[in-house]
């Protein structure tokens, strides 16, 4: 999945910077994966839509 991104993230299509590994983005009702997300990206979902 990463490499089909170019190692970019799945939102913002941006790698990381800092040289973190993505976080890996899921469904908490379903399971599903969704795709790798930066750091920032990641933070950014937690706090506009908490718990998806």
Do not use: N
């Not at 993230?9 to 790798?36: E, F, I, K």
């Amino acid at each position: 999945m990463l490499t089909a991104q170019k190692g970019g993230c799945a939102m913002c299509g941006l790698t990381c910077q800092t040289g973190c590994r993505p976080a890996v983005d899921h469904c908490h009702v379903s399971g599903r994966v969704r795709g790798p997300l930066t750091e920032l990206t990641r933070e950014f979902l937690q706090v506009r839509w908490p718990f998806r």
